[in-house]
Structures are given as structure tokens and as C-alpha cells.
């Protein structure tokens, strides 16, 4: 066991990291600093925090509001890449773990800290997100993953650890779900959701309504945006992150954004979770629907193949190296092009563009019709099919000759 | 103008090929032999086909039956491979254009004849697809595309032609959507669609209901699938092209499977379309579920870059190359693991997997859960990070010694 | 045959754009201005050009300098993408195209022409790279390509042409060999090489010596290279063009830098050629070496993936697409850490890095030995090699239980 | 410690598997089993190798002549994916590690051992493919990586190890470079090697003459190729393994094949080799020439992109998965056409294709050369450029209209 003497945390104000602290101190005999990150999880969640931790035996508590900064540096950007992980899920969890653990490295620097400690498990992917972001940043402090070394095995054990310590808490033996919230999404996982043959049940979903209580009339959102980034909604500029606040509710109300996936963590293990991004679904739609009308189709494709490579690296936690920012490079270079509004309809669980225009758009009403028209000649396509399938041709007289 | 004898034409019965018919008789002075591929367009299309077609001067009517082989030998194994064109299209006009050309390429073998003709316009899709097929058929016969030849440049135009002639025809100068339907699905083009910022409305939806005017009640439906293909639905076998009516139907009744897209044509120009896919959308989502329970992370990567890249040769007609053989081989092989079962729930436009379950599934609750067990251990998490940042590590170390 | 007033065209000076000024002035009945793109093919090739543009008739004739401009701004961003078309060409005519299409049209805009003209015959790439790029930078200007137009069919005709004419031309009817030459490469076609079972002999191959003639002596040179550029050879600091032409001269000594490729051509054909590029070969070599000593796995596996990528786009034309301004700025992000210096052994043909340093090098001699050390630590193999496994191992222990 | 009671171990005759076996003895209190692959290593190697095993303490040593197989089922397959592992590494240890796992893994079940192991370090490569191959098909058995449990941490430590034992060997203390060989490829590491600054010097090539000493004539083979794989050689049927030694021969003779590289380690480090490959280094250029001729412009690449995926796939020790199945797959099919006939000059360590011809040759003089044709007719160009930049045309247009 390393020696550390300043440890900084990152608390959450569950019951895990409450057990964490008095673990440290008497395991490693150290100072412990709360660190808790404010990336939109509720307030609920937030208040009293500090008391709480102190509570606990941190020596001090240091809050940071990242929720304007984490869509802005974090989530936009990926947006234009169009990372979706495994066909479905939108990175929710994925996308906040870099920017927490930057700013736990920077309050760890900031206090002289010698070692870095989260409340992740040895089984999940935040771990592996933690700690990339560590060795990256901050390759000199100690990383403690408590879950990896303690033999505490069950919230029975934790509650029990907590009560011998004399550290209250409001956390309860009876926690079937676990579950992550962001301004982005809020994921469940456990209980009824581990065998992939049940329904998931209401318990399930946090945020949404369900599609059959949503209401029978469909509402419309407008969604205006400028090099791949939404800059106002329903005609109101926005901050990315009030774009995101107020498409959250606009989408959670009709029931949008829900999804229930098996998907292959990055530890070598399936999972299977419910994850809810109404907001962010809306967003998504919005930006695909203004790609339509600006990207050639080789472009298209190559956003495409971005997306599904960004899917993997932000999902893998490779946030900070160089072939995640020349990647994200590659898409705001295509992003140049995506601007545009875009009128959405959401409905019992979907969410659908409806209207969309650009001042870009490659589309034209001309070109597209039945007739002639300047640009495009009907005689012009002969000799781009005879090219075009010159090889085949040669192939086949080929073969003739055989 | 080369000198041909005997043309046989992709007949759909349809205004534009009725024209052809005298027009390929007065212009090349040829015998011309019309030939229809059923693939599921419906029967209002195929009923009293060969009369129209000998009434407009065909020597004879050939009608192919290829529903069945169409599902099970071109859409299936496209189907592997996740294809899906520019995010939302499930190719079902472009998955039709190679069969036909093939069984049309066979017909023209068999009856002798020296010329094939299509009635594809020339600015899109479907002259390339047919003309590429063709070239990788049938090099040696010559390749007719009135579209790209005659002077008849609208509806009214071939109006007039057939009349002149006194040719017999059922349509009406008021068109304003132009469709295409198979099996797989039906498209609708023109009309209100060609300004981008203006909604659909009903007459760009043919098969499927109104999510709004939907059954306010979901449905359910179990799809058993084995090696990547659907091989019973609701507890009874079903040959592909059953399944696919089955769940057509299904699906048309509860909205599902319509978008509204705008996408690049493989002639440089973008288009417009609301398609409709209402048991392909079904199938989809099936074996995806599948997918998340039996490939592990890399194949499930590898198998979605293959779809990609599928989707762009299947639109782009290159069915029928070395290429296009590869990645089917590909996906094939991916699939041998994509066995089990799925029960899906339809309700108001939406498609959603709520129970899988597959012999193959790498997913185990055992693994998933919190605890130990026996494949494994929390404390392999701690090397493996340790490891997999370490070119980050490094990367870091270095630029503080700097 | 569109009407136009002032023509602007790519003048090289030889056979066929001599034919060209008199053949556009009587055909589209216009002003002629030549243009003259010095992209380092050559003083021999320049001197008295003007005097020759006007003798054919030409009303001006401008000669822009477009040399360093060439390697700085086109051959360097197109080397660090790692472009290799077909694995062997390294894109010497390709590169070279979009930089005289820009000039060219800047000229055009310049004297207010309303068309651009190129000598590219019409079975080749040239045309399609040429007109490619006038589309994008100045899609209102009419395009004439000759050798899509008329009927002079052989060089014969073409010097008959000039010969009725009286325009006096040093071509002469034997020129068995197509040559195309610019800073970076020459290349080599027809005669002996038209059928692929022919060994080149001497006259394929213009500014290397031979291999077996090269000295028996091996020559080093070292490069030093910033981002991703080379910044100076042997110790002296030099442009870009500089460095090439040094390079040129050292690699040609020693036989480096021959390739003798059949290869797909855009349009649809093969085609083989004798490709010497040998300075380019060098700073390639040169910057895959130091790239070996600071890109993770990871990162140099998308440089791979890009440089292939990019190899098709820069081949066909696409140089002034959003989609190569993505894959550049992608590659350009990689760059940033290829700061080093190599020592490159020229010998009989091949060019081999045999030193290489760099202070981004994520090589550590401690790191990689066989002993501890405080960055790598034996057991951590262990558990990275159970994660890293274990879907193998759930996927084979499930295949037992069947 | 897991308890076991039979082991078999991958056994080279080495210093370092010869302290294994009494070492796992002592430690394990189990019976060990010597498994011998012979996979082209050596006769030097292998001779004596049972008595060798015997006396250090083995209870049985059994050899299997893994050549033929190898070369077969292993390397052909991957010669055709055009894997090559950083631009430059032909994967000789890789290529050979998933044999001899499988052959070691069917040794176990069948003398019923009940744990499998091997002597690779900690900090390499081979481990991982070792016991990614044992979990993909054994995953009952326990694995057992001495370099990663023992305190042995240098060479004098197990020569003094054996001493004790009075275990006889031939290893001497002084060993400066580490070698790995097989009938594909040796390696050799460590050494001057360390310091990438360094050149390589003599005692860093074993197989290959240094090119500054082979002959001064060039020398030709010629080679045939059917679907992918190289079934003569200079006119001689030839086995796969019969082939690869001849072209050994007379690459080694030319000093062909050697490259010396930093390459980044699966496990996160940088490491240098100087690897000797003559034999597979003509093979490779064989095949690539022939591709040449038959691959059109889209399967190239998409070859081209199998093989740098494969390269890592291999590299990275996942052969036994269905992804490395898939890539196979499509690589195999692409493979069909592959067929033809190389002849290759070699000449001071350089391998070049001088003549090449094919059955299916898409290379067509007729098409190549300047006339029209029937198959190509210059006019189809003007179309053919016009599609394929219209997207451009129309992006600049709009550009303007600004």
C-alpha cells in the first residue's frame, strides 16, 4: 500500500464514497478531501452535501459547477461526431466521467494532494474512465480504488462499516437499482433488469413518462443550429446547457429518449441498463436532420464512420489522448456546414424531424424534380453509369472469354 | 444509335414503361418483350399486366415470381450486415433493383434477345443499379434508357405519346407522388415533400396508419431467429417472405417504420423521400437485440462498419461485385453466433425489444451483478487499467519533463 | 457548344495544348490565354514557354510560381495524413493537380474569362482532378476538354493540325513514352509498358539511376522534422521546396524512390506506370519513422486508417471537399507529437531509417527491458490479460455447456 | 495458488522454460509435461530436446511438427488480408503464437492435464496471445505465467536457480539479444537495439546477408498464385512450407526482409526489433502484384483495410474469434480472383515485381492505351466528371449565392 498523505476524492454523497472516506483515513492514514462535481445530477442530490461529507471525516469539501462547461467542452463536441455506442445508447455516463475526473485532478493539484480516490466498482467502465483521465493528466498522483482493494461486498457491509463508525446516513439497506444522473441521462441498472428475458418495469425509468401516459396530442420544438452546435430552441437563444435543461423536460413530458439495452462494457462483461436522455435524443435528431440537407454523401459517410469510431474511444474513457481530439477535430471540420432549424415532433416516445432547412443545404427543390434544369443534364448519366461500372464490365467480358 | 432485334424491358405496367414499348418499336425497329418481376409490389400492379402490355405492342409478357427469393437471398443477408443508408434508410427500393436485373438479364438469355431496357429516369438511383447489374451480367447486350434518350419530358407529354397511338392507358394526368413498392416497402416522392421545410401529410404515407390513429393499446410479437434470420414468428415457422407479410402487417397497423428523409443520391443530388418499412423496421430491431446479447465488443464494432459500409454498396448498385461478396462473407460469419429470441412491442410508431434471450448470449447475470465469482475478479481491473493507460501514462510523464 | 468569350488554359507547352490555342480560337471563335503553372517540372520545360503560347496564338500568357507553395501547403498536409495510393503511389501527379487548378482559376477570375480549358486526355484521371476542382472553386466558368471534343485521334493528327496551321513545334511524331513531371515526381507511361508481362527497361525510368549503377557506397542524410514537417536536412534548415529538391537529388543518386504499379484508375480502367519520387520517399520513410517512436497503438492505427483514406480522396480529385479538409485537420491534430530526428541509409534503391529520437518518444529504454520499473509492473499483465480475454473465455465456456 | 496436478508447458529447450519445469514442481507439487511445437525454429533447437526436457524434471515431452499447418492455416489466411502491422511489420511471432497454443491446449486434454503454461514475460506480447488462445479454448484449464508469480528477475538468477538443482544447461550468462524464430521470421531484441538512437549493427541479423554484401547480380523467382495462395515456385509445385523455405533461401541470400522498427506492444509500451522475414517478404509483394491486376479500385481498398485491421487483430493475439473469423472471411472471398503469376527480381535487399500477368486480369492494354475502344468511349467522361462533382458544384454555387 502506497503512502499518500492528502487524498482527494470524488464524492458523490451516496452511500459508497460516505464508507470511503473513514476507509481512507484509517487504511492509509491520510487527509481526506471531498470533491463533489456538479454536472446536473439534481439538487437533490447536492444539498447538504458538504455537511454530509464532512460528516463523514473529510477534512474539507470543495463543490464545482461543471453542468455549463460539460455540454459546452464535452457534449457538443460529441454530438457532431455522432458517437452512438453499440447502434443505441447515447454515452450519458461516458460523457461526464472525463470532465469530473479533470476537475478532481485540478482541485487535487490546487490543495497539494499526493493521491486520487473514486467509489467506482472493479466490475464497470468508470474505473477505466477515472483512471485514464488520471494517468493523462495526472500521472504522479496515487489512484485508491477502494472497491478494488477492501473486502467490503455488499451495502449490508457498507451500512454496517458506517454504524461502527457512528456516521449517519440516509442510505437504506433496501436499494435494488443502481443508477447515474447528468444533465444528459440517467441510467438504471440491477434488480428486475438483470435477466434479459423481463420487461422492465416502472422502477426503471426515473425521468420519462412512459409513451402510454404521454399526452395523445403531439407537440413541436424548433431547434436552431449553427456549426453543429444548438444555439436557441423554440426561437429563444440558449446556453447549451439551458438548451439541454429545457429540452429535457420538453422531451421526459411526451416520453422520448428512452432506451433498454445490453450493451459490452469495455471490462470484457455485458450489461444491461435502461438509460433515459430525453433532451439529448431531441438533440441528436436535430443535428442528424440538418446533416441531411449539408453533407455529400462521401462526407456523410465518413461523419458516420467518425461517430462509430468516437462511439468506442469516448465509451473507453480515451477522452484525453490524441487520437480522441483528432478525431473530434475531424468532425467540427464537418460541422462547419451544419447549420440550420429544424422542427421536431415529439409523440408517445418518439421524437421526429418534420422540418428542416439550411443555408447550406445541398438539396434543391431545382435539382431534385422531374425536369432539366442548368445544373444537371439526364445525358450526363450514361457516361457516369458506363464509368462507374466499367470494372464490372471488364470483369464480366472477362470471365465471357474464359 | 445502335442497331438492335429483340429488347426485353423491365415492365411495371406503369405510364412510363407503357411508352417505351412503342417508342422502343419506333425508334430501334426492334420486337420487344416486356417482362414483370414480382417481388411484392402488390396485386393491383400485376392484375391484367400482360394484357396492358401486349396492348401496347409487346411480342410478350414474362412475369417472374421473386418474392421469395428476393427476402431470402438479398434482403436477409443484407440484413446481417446491419446495412442502413445514411442512418435511417432501410434500402428497400435499392435491395429490389438487383434481382430484378438479374431475372431480367435471364430472360433476355433465354428468349435471345440482343438489348435490355429500364425505365429509370436520369437523375436517380435506379438507372445505375440496373445498368451495374446488367454490366456485371450481361456485358454484351446493348443497354437502353428511354429517360436519357427521348424528348418526352413530362406526364402530359406521355399522355399525348400514347394517345396519339391509341395505346389504352389507365393513367391520369394528375400524378403528384411518385411511389415504388416492394415486399420490403413503398416510397413516396414529389409533391408537398420537395420543400424540405414543408411537412408530410397523408398522401405520403400508403401502408402504414398514423402513429396518432394507432391502437392506443400495444401489441407484442416473438421472432425466433437463427444464424442471423428470422425463421418464426409468434411461435410459428415462417418461410422469409411470410414473416416479412406477417410483420408487415403487424407493423403497418401500429405506425411503425416511417421516415421522412433527405438523402444523397449516388448522382451528386439529393432527394426527398418518406418511406415506409413497417416489417423490415420489426426485423431490424430484432436482430440487433440479438446482436447486443452475442457479439462481444469488437465484432459488434467491426459488424457495425461493415453495415456502413454495406449501406453505400447496396444503394449504390454493386450487388453484383468481388466487393460486395466480401462483406456479405463477413457479416455471414458474424452471424453463425446471432440465434435467439425476441419479443418486441408495437406501439404508436414505435418498435422496441423487450425480452431477448439467445443460447449464445455472452451476457450472464452472474457476471453482470455486483458480486465476485468465478470468471471474475475485481482485482484483474486494477492491472488492466493500469496497462491500458499506460501509452497515456507515458504520453503524460514525458510532457512533465519537459 | 457553349459560347464563350475568353478562355484561360492549363499551358504545358507541349504537343497537345499547342494544338489546343489554335483549336480553341476556331472553334469557340475566343481569346486564348495560356497559363503556365510552375510546379517544379523542370527549367527546360519553361524556358521560351511564352514566346510558344504566342506563336500558337495565344493573346497573353502567365507563368505562376507555384513551387513552394506546392510542397508546403498540398504535399505536406497530404504526408501527414500517410497517403499511399494502392500501398505503393505516392500521389505525385494527383498532389500536383489542385494547386494548378486554383491558379488557374485565380488567373481566369483575374483577366475575366468565363471559361478554363485543360489538355487532359479523356481515359485518364487528370481530367476528372482538373474539373473536379474547378467545380468546387468556380462552378459559374464553362469547362472545355478538348480530348473529349475533337477528332484528332493520334499525335500525327495533332502535328498535321499545327503543321496546316504553320505553328512551329519541337515535338516530333516518335514519343513512344507519356511523361508527367512535377517537384515531387515524374512518371512514366506506355510503350514497353503497356503490357504488364514486360520488365521497364532504362527509357521508363528519367531521373534515378539504377539501382545496380548506384554507388556501392551507403550515403546517410538526417531530417529533422516539427510537426509533422520537415524543418531541415543534414543539419541545415530549409523550405520545404529546399528540402525536397536536396532530397531529390540525393535519393535519385541512389536509386531510391522507383515504383512500377498497375493501378485502378478513377475512371473505371487500369493502368501501369514508372513512378520516381525520390525525395519523397525519403521524407516519407522519414516521418513514418519518427511517427513509430510517439503515436500509441491506438493512434497510429487511425494514421493508417486516415492515410488510406485520404490516398483515394487526393487521387480522385477531392483535394477542395469538406471531406478532405476533415481527414487533413484529423491528420494535422496526429502531427503535433511527430516532432523528431531521423538518419535515413540510401543504398542500390532503398531508403531505411536506421536512426531515430524524438522528445515525444513513448519509447523508454527502462520501460521496455526486461527489469522492473516504477511505470510497469509484471502482475499488472495478469489481470489486464483476464479482462482483456474474457469475453473468449465466457463465450468458450458457454460453447461447453451445450 | 491454484492446486494442480498436471501441467503442460510450452517448452522451448531455453534457459528460462528449462527453470520452469522444477520450478513448477516445487511450487505446484505437480506432474509437468514438455509440449515441443516445432514451427520452423530450427533443427539446432530442437535436437536433443527431449533428453533436455527429461532432465530438468519433465515426466514426458511430446513434439508436434507443426510446419506444414502453420504455414497453411495460419499464414496464408493472413497473407491475404495484406496484414501488416504498422506499416511494416509482417507478424512472424504473432503469426505462429495461436498454433502452438492450440497445439499445447490439445496436448493438455488429451494427457489430461488440468493447467497450461508458458514462459513469456511480463512485459511482452506473447503472453497475452498465449493465454487469449487458452481462454478461447480451454477455459477450464488454469493458467499458470511463472515471469509474472516468480522472484527469478534476471538471467543469472536462473542460471543460479538450475545450478542448485543441479539441472544441467547450455545457457551462459552472457546472452545479449533475445531471438524468436520460426520458419516465417526470426526476431531479435534487446542489446544495442535498446537505445532507438542506436543503429542496428552484425549481431543483429542472423538469417539475412547484409545487402551491402549480397551479390552484385540481381536474381530472379518467379512465383504462382491461386486464390490468394502460392502453389509454384520457379516452376515447381510446391507445399506451402516447402515454398516459404525455398523463398527463404533466396531472399536470405539478397539480404531481403529486414526491417528494424519501434512498435507499440499490446500491453502498452514501445518496443524495438530488428525482424528478418525473406522468404515472406517476396511472398508478400507476390501477392500485392497480383492484386494489382484483379482487385478493382473499391476492393483494393477495402483489402486494404481488412489488412490493417487483421495486423492489429493478430498482433493483438485474437485469432480464435469470431471477428478474426469474419476478417478471414472477407478476405478469402476477395481472394478468388487472385490468381495469376509474379516474377521478382531481388537485389541488395530489395524484393521488386518486375513481371505480373493474370487470368483475371482487369488491366486491359486495349483500355489502357490512347485510342478509343469499344469498352471505353472518352465522351462517357464528360458525364461521368459531372456527376461526380456535382455535390462540389452545387456546395460552391450556394456559396456564391451568399
Known amino acids: 500500500m502506497s503512502k499518500v498523505n492528502k487524498v482527494v476524492l470524488a464524492y458523490s454523497g451516496g452511500l459508497d464514497t460516505s464508507a470511503i472516506i473513514p476507509w481512507l483515513k484509517e487504511n492509509y492514514d491520510c487527509e481526506v478531501i471531498a470533491f463533489v462535481a456538479d454536472v446536473g445530477q439534481g439538487e437533490e442530490e447536492l444539498v447538504g452535501i458538504e455537511e454530509k461529507a464532512l460528516a463523514s471525516g473529510a477534512s474539507a469539501c470543495y463543490i464545482a459547477d461543471l453542468k455549463e462547461e460539460m455540454v459546452k467542452d464535452y457534449i457538443y463536441p460529441s454530438l457532431k461526431t455522432g458517437a452512438v455506442y453499440e ?12 470532465i469530473i475526473a479533470k476537475a478532481q485532478v485540478e482541485c487535487a493539484l490546487e490543495v497539494g494532494a499526493d493521491a486520487l480516490c473514486h467509489g467506482c ?5 468508470d474505473q477505466v474512465r477515472f483512471e485514464s483521465a488520471y494517468a493523462a493528466l495526472a500521472p504522479q498522483l496515487t489512484v485508491i480504488a477502494p472497491w478494488r482493494e477492501w473486502d467490503l461486498r455488499s451495502r449490508e457491509a457498507l451500512l454496517d462499516y458506517l454504524a461502527e463508525r457512528k456516521i449517519p446516513t440516509t442510505a437504506t439497506l433496501e436499494k435494488i437499482y443502481s443508477r447515474d444522473a447528468n444533465a444528459w441521462h440517467i441510467s438504471t441498472e440491477g434488480g428486475v433488469l438483470e435477466n434479459t428475458w423481463n420487461q422492465s418495469n416502472e422502477l426503471c425509468w426515473v425521468w420519462t413518462k412512459d409513451p402510454e401516459d404521454a399526452p395523445n396530442t403531439p407537440e413541436e420544438v424548433s431547434v436552431l443550429i449553427e456549426k453543429g452546435e444548438i444555439v436557441a430552441v423554440d426561437g ?3 446556453s447549451p446547457y439551458e438548451a439541454l435543461v429545457y429540452l429535457n423536460k420538453k422531451g421526459a413530458e411526451h416520453g422520448v429518449g428512452r432506451i433498454d439495452i445490453v450493451e459490452n462494457r469495455l471490462v470484457g462483461i455485458k450489461s444491461r441498463g435502461c438509460y433515459e436522455t430525453p ?5 441528436m435528431e436535430a443535428l442528424r436532420a440538418v446533416e441531411q440537407l449539408v453533407l455529400d454523401k462521401e462526407s456523410f459517410e465518413f461523419r458516420e464512420s467518425i461517430g462509430l469510431k468516437a462511439s468506442h474511444l469516448i465509451y473507453d474513457g480515451r477522452w484525453f489522448t490524441p487520437l480522441c481530439r483528432s478525431l473530434l477535430a475531424a468532425a467540427d471540420e464537418l460541422a462547419q456546414d451544419v447549420n440550420g432549424e429544424v422542427v421536431l415532433k415529439l409523440y408517445k416516445g418518439q421524437v421526429t424531424a418534420v422540418q428542416k432547412r439550411s443555408p447550406n443545404s445541398l438539396y434543391s427543390e431545382e435539382f431534385a424534380t422531374f425536369g432539366e434544369d442548368e445544373v444537371y443534364d439526364h445525358s450526363h448519366a450514361g457516361g457516369f453509369i458506363r464509368l462507374y461500372s466499367l470494372a464490372s464490365r471488364i470483369r464480366a467480358l472477362n470471365e465471357q472469354k474464359k
Do not use: V
Open 236 to 238: 429563444k437563444a440558449m
Open 121 to 125: 466498482t472493479g466490475k464497470g467502465n
Open 279 to 283: 433532451g439529448g435524443t431531441i438533440m
Open 87 to 98: 447502434g443505441k445508447y447515447l454515452l450519458g455516463t461516458s460523457m461526464a466521467r472525463p
